[in-house]
Structures are given as structure tokens and as C-alpha cells.
């Protein structure tokens, strides 16, 4: 079997690390040579990688995906991209979308140009997009057929990236998989998302902020089988598909707030509700049978143990979030 060589771009954040840990850990193909590329934005944390630090089929190299050198070099030795790299912070975006603009419109096409200059329709580009870009909805489910209504700067910035991506399979015929996925959650995610903030918070004993009146709707999707899905989508998808991946836990911030209290020992006067987030999405729904019919994919983590698991790497794992709180 021949080597396969994948770029994970935005490698070094919560997911994309994930992902490495996983592509080069037992149960990953085991014919993969992976090199990161990431700026190490506030989200990248090189302490992610350390499991897979030294290992030589492992490379870092600390760049901008928006750099057309640094990703002209890297994408002439690797005939396959995963693009995780991206501000992915709603609040953030709602502060100023500049950077959102430039990493995740500007860097995509950067990485789309690179692939086509250089392997023309043979790579594979797997585009990580999120079930943000479809906007919200009361009741039923997104297929990926649906319209895209992004609400927030983030999930605009993020449709024009997936919009670009897929024209460029449409217009070159390049092999452009994109994915859509709902909420993540699991170890390694920065303190400023909604459950490792509240657990990080309930943990140091102090209050948690619930936006609005909390009725808000995610769903909650784990690392692991995110990762599962993206390995199915990268191995055995079909160029030009998009392919949602949904975790199939649906809860209100509410019912959210309710479980990281209980695991954490606290009661509801922990709580303290705030303003709601400007044009705060009400529910997020995306229906996964498309990946379920195609690629047999199916979310296998109960939430309450990947809840429990989560707690237990943040109440352990002190040394990697007390200094970014
Ligand atoms: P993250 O913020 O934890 O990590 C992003 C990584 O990208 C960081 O390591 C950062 O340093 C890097 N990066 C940022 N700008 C860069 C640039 N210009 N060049 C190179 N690297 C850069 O994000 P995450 O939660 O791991 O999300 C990964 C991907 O999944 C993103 O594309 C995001 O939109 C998507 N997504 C995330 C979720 C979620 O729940 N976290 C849900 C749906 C989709």
C-alpha cells in the first residue's frame, strides 16, 4: 500500500489535534505521514500534540494557511488536505469578523489554488465546515440539499469558504469533500466554548453565564465520533459530496446547564443568566442520513459518558486551561 500524505491544516486546535492523535495513534490507518500546519493563533496550543511529538511520521510547521509560499511548499508534498484552520469563535466574530474573512475565506482559496496548481483533479481536499452555515431552524432537520443562511459573521465567513471549496470541484473538477458538523465537544477545548467554559468555571467553584432565557438548541456531537466521520468521509467519500454529521443529542442550553451542574456537584445558584449573544441561532438540526445510507456512519458515544469523560480530562488536566482563563 502506497504512503499516504495528509495536511492538517489549524492541526494544533482542539479538533484538528484530535484528528493528528488519532490518524497516528492504534487505531488510525497506519500508512499516513501527517504534517500540521498551523499559525498558533490563541487556539492552537502546541501541548495538543505532544503525544505525536518526535514521531517520524509526524511534521509541524507554525504558518499562515493565508501565505501562498509556506502553503505552495507544503501542498507540493502532500496530495491530500484536511482544513480544520479557522477562527471558530461565534462571540468573536460578532467583535470584528476580519480575521474570520481572512483564515477562513482567504486561507481556503490560498489552500484551494496550491491544490490545484499542484495535483490538479488527483488530491483530496476535505473541507471541515460546520451545520452553522445552514442559519436556524424551529423544527425538522437540514439536509445537506438546503439553502445556506448564515446568521453570524463566523457562519458567513465559514458558507464562503464551503461555497468556494465546492466551485472549485464544479469549475476544475477537483476532488473537494465537504463536511458539516454540529456542536463538538470532548478534552482539549479552549475555555471559551460553551462546556469547557462552564466546567472550567464550575470547577474553580465560581458562577456560570446562560445567555438569554437558555432555550437555545445544539446538537452535541464527540470528538470521537466526529473524527470517525471524517476518516469515513476522507477514505470512502465522493468528490464533490457534502456529507452533515450530527452527534444526535439535541439540548437546549438549559438541559446543557443542568448536566455540567449535576456532574460537577453544583446546584442552579450557580448560574447567572446574561444578555443573550446578538442574533443568538435558536435551534441547530442537521439530518445525518446521507453519511448514515452511504458511508455507515453513527455516533457511538452516549453523551453522558462523554460528558463524564470530558469533566474528569478538564478536573485532571489543570495545567493545560489554568493559564488560558
Ligand atoms: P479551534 O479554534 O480550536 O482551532 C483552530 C486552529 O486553527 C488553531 O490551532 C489555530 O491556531 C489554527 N489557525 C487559525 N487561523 C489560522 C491560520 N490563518 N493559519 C493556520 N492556522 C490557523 O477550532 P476547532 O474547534 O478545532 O474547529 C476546527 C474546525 O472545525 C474549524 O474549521 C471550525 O469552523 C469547524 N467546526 C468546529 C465546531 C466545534 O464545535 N468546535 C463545529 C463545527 C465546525
Known amino acids: 500500500m502506497t504512503r499516504q500524505n495528509i495536511l492538517v491544516t489549524g492541526g494544533a486546535g482542539f479538533?484538528?489535534?484530535h484528528y493528528v492523535r488519532t490518524l497516528l495513534g492504534p487505531d488510525g490507518?497506519?500508512?499516513?505521514?501527517?504534517t500540521v500546519l498551523d499559525k498558533l493563533t490563541y487556539a492552537g496550543n502546541p501541548a495538543n500534540l505532544d503525544p505525536?511529538?518526535?514521531r517520524p511520521e509526524f511534521s509541524f510547521v507554525q504558518g499562515d494557511v493565508c501565505d501562498p509560499r509556506t502553503v505552495g511548499e507544503l501542498v507540493a508534498e502532500h496530495d491530500q488536505i484536511v482544513h480544520?484552520?479557522?477562527e471558530s469563535h461565534v462571540d468573536r466574530s460578532i467583535a470584528g469578523a476580519g480575521a474570520f474573512v481572512h483564515t477562513n475565506v482567504l486561507g481556503t482559496q490560498v489552500l484551494l489554488d496550491a491544490m490545484l496548481r499542484q495535483h490538479g483533479t488527483d488530491g483530496t481536499f476535505v473541507h471541515i465546515s460546520t451545520d452553522e452555515v445552514y442559519g436556524s431552524l424551529d423544527v425538522g432537520s437540514w439536509p445537506e440539499t438546503d439553502p445556506l443562511r448564515p446568521n453570524s459573521p463566523y457562519a458567513a465567513s465559514k458558507a464562503s469558504g464551503d461555497l468556494l471549496a465546492l466551485a472549485h470541484h464544479r469549475t476544475h473538477g477537483m476532488d473537494i469533500r465537504v463536511t458539516r458538523c454540529a456542536n463538538n465537544y470532548g478534552p482539549h477545548q479552549f475555555p471559551e466554548k460553551v462546556i469547557p467554559l462552564f466546567l472550567t468555571r464550575l470547577l474553580d467553584g465560581r458562577k456560570v453565564p446562560l445567555y438569554g432565557d437558555g432555550e437555545n438548541i445544539r446538537d452535541w456531537l464527540h470528538l470521537d465520533d466526529h473524527i470517525q466521520a471524517i476518516e469515513l468521509v476522507r477514505t470512502r467519500g465522493r468528490a464533490g459530496e457534502i456529507y452533515n454529521i450530527g452527534g444526535g443529542t439535541e439540548l437546549s442550553n438549559k438541559e446543557l446547564t443542568d448536566r455540567l451542574l449535576t456532574v460537577c456537584g453544583y446546584g442552579?445558584?450557580?448560574v447567572e443568566y446574561v444578555e443573550d449573544r446578538k442574533g443568538h441561532d435558536r435551534r441547530y438540526s442537521v439530518d445525518c442520513s446521507k453519511i448514515t445510507a452511504e458511508l455507515g456512519y453513527r455516533p457511538r458515544k452516549p453523551f453522558e459518558t462523554g460528558l463524564l469523560e470530558t469533566y474528569a480530562w478538564y478536573r485532571d488536566n489543570r495545567a493545560?486551561?489554568?493559564p488560558l482563563t
Open 29 to 34: 490507518p497506519g500508512d499516513v505521514r501527517v
Open 84 to 86: 480544520f484552520a479557522a
Open 15 to 17: 479538533i484538528g489535534s
Open 320 to 322: 493545560w486551561w489554568e
Open 268 to 270: 442552579w445558584d450557580r
Open 52 to 54: 505525536v511529538r518526535g
